[in-house]
């Protein structure tokens, strides 16, 4: 989630600006600006913004969409738009950056004048999915981070990277390569979070001013809430009545096995396989359903059998967590990012719940988010 | 350098076009002005029956003239800028720049004459140039 306190808000205090968000009167204004192929501001357009919408699906390949409806065009997929989103309460207002987007699939509305068009903009890890065409080789003693900078920048992205530096020395100890065969789809973005994901780090994201980022890969469950859902506060409350909850049971696995890829000798328990089975916890366990149900075995590229166990857990706990989730609807909280973690308190219940998706609409009306509960 | 103000008082409607100010037309006859004032927005409930108003930026007016015994000149002049952007100025000092779209007019059944009436929707417009 953005710091309530970043820029271009950073003049006021935490409780100004969460004020402003949940408070008992709310003005949004949406706004729209042109960068340039840097991210670096050109332009303001907002008086071409009709209306809009921006979504982020964060298990997705390319999290982040808008969905804009604008009078004027502008350079369909080159010029980067940033949506971005004013409160206001009378006496103060702050301002919400919504991300960086590449517009790609305008639709002119030939029957207005001036001519309206709905595009559908991509954030910029869409210059990341595309196909490397290419083998493509890392050789063993590099480190992840300069691997995974070097693809960046031979790109000419012009975005920021922001990699957690707790493994910024690990080095690959074997190549990695990606070949080029026959049906070969490997993109750009696939190698970036194969090697991310060798050392344990969360897939590659775009954040709201179009940086990329990465931290290390942890338990949702673990991590600290961010944000406060609670539908008895009446001081701060901005969920809306309608709310569903999905259980879902079916095909859960209790029994998952994982093996380290690339290995020189034969993988057994402990070096270079793990082996994870549930057997007695939560409504998944096999005591509970009675049974053992195997989730099938995963080869995961690991750049040691640290790795290889943080892997599987993360991959263990998405398995287990998928048991409930929320579906709400929320007035815009612009301070969303990618994988949140909040807390929902509803009903006397309280589900530590990670963000699966959000959407934020730029006119102010309320939009579906879908929480997923990740209790530990 | 100096500059100068001045101020009309004007006694009824009039109606210039912004694309050229100096085409006009007043209307003496006006029987109704009805001016409404929109702020878009609402008032939400949220669960647990918390309410809260959410409104967005833009306070939009409407106007509407009651135009009647309009002359034929009149008439024609409306339903020729019909979608253009015009001034309307009022004798309270009021003063809209927007558009109107659908001049209705029920002619009168023994004159050249008919009773006009024109809702302007206001639109933001910049004089500056």
């Known amino acids: 989630m953005q710091s309530l306190t970043q820029a271009p808000r950073q003049n006021l205090t935490a409780a100004q600006v969460k004020s402003l968000i ?14 340039d192929g840097n991210n670096n501001f050109v332009g303001d357009i907002s008086s071409t913004l009709v209306s809009g919408t921006v979504e982020r699906n964060c298990l997705a390949a390319i999290h982040g969409t808008c969905n804009l409806v604008l009078e004027g065009a502008v350079g369909w997929g080159v010029d980067r738009l940033r949506p971005f989103m004013v409160l206001s309460n009378g006496k103060i207002s702050a301002r919400f950056n919504l991300g960086v987007f590449v517009i790609q699939t305008p639709v002119a509305n030939l029957a207005e004048n001036p001519i309206t068009y709905s595009v559908t903009g991509y954030d910029l890890l869409c210059f990341l999915d595309v196909p490397v065409g290419d083998t493509y080789a890392v050789t063993s003693g590099t480190t992840y981070f300069t691997a995974i900078q070097s693809i960046i920048s031979a790109l000419n992205i012009g975005s920021n990277l922001y990699l957690d530096g707790t493994l910024q020395s690990s080095t690959l100890p074997n190549d990695m390569v990606w070949a080029l065969t026959p049906g070969s789809t490997t ?19 775009a954040d709201e001013n179009g940086n990329f980022r990465s931290t290390p890969a942890v338990l949702p469950s673990t991590r600290a809430v961010e944000w406060i859902l609670d539908t008895s506060d009446n001081t701060q409350n901005i969920v809306a009545p309608k709310r569903d909850v999905t259980s879902d049971v079916f095909d859960a696995h209790n029994w998952w096995r994982f093996v380290r890829t690339p290995m020189t000798t034969k993988p057994v328990e402990g070096a270079g396989i793990y082996t994870v089975q549930n057997t007695s916890t939560g409504r998944t366990s096999q ?11 995963q080869f995961l590229t690991a750049a040691d059998q640290t790795s290889l166990t943080a892997q599987g ?43 699966d998706s959000w959407v934020t609409d730029l006119m102010g009306k309320s939009s579906q988010w879908i929480l997923e509960a990740v209790n530990a | 350098m100096t500059t100068a103000s001045a101020s009309v008082t004007l006694t009824t409607v009039w109606i210039n076009l912004a694309s050229s100010p100096s085409n006009y037309q007043s209307f003496p006859l006006m029987s109704g002005l009805e001016v409404d004032t929109n702020q878009p927005g609402e008032v939400r409930t949220y ?8 409104t967005t930026a833009g306070v939009a007016r409407t106007a509407t003239l009651t135009l009647p015994e309009c002359s034929r000149d009149q008439i024609n002049w409306l339903q020729t800028y019909v979608g253009q952007t015009v001034l309307v100025r009022d004798d309270r000092g009021r003063k809209i720049w927007g558009t109107f779209l659908q001049p209705k007019v029920n002619e009168n059944q023994y004159a050249q004459t008919g009773d006009v009436t024109v809702v302007i929707n206001e639109i933001t417009y910049t004089e500056a140039v």
């Open chain 1, 22 to 35: 949940t408070g008992s009167q709310v003005q949004i204004t949406p706004g729209l600006e042109l960068l």
């Open chain 1, 187 to 205: 993109t750009w973005l696939d190698i970036i979070n194969d090697l991310l994901g060798s050392i344990n780090y969360r897939n590659l994201w």
């Open chain 1, 287 to 297: 005591t509970a359903l009675g049974r053992t149900i195997k989730a099938p075995v």
């Open chain 1, 313 to 355: 857990n993360a991959i263990v706990a998405a398995d287990q967590r998928v048991s409930r989730t929320f579906t709400i609807s929320l007035d815009p909280l612009p301070v969303a990012g990618h994988l949140d973690i909040v807390q929902f308190k509803d009903n006397g219940s309280s589900d530590i719940c990670q963000v």
């Open chain 2, 47 to 54: 669960a647990g029956g918390r309410l809260r108003l959410v």
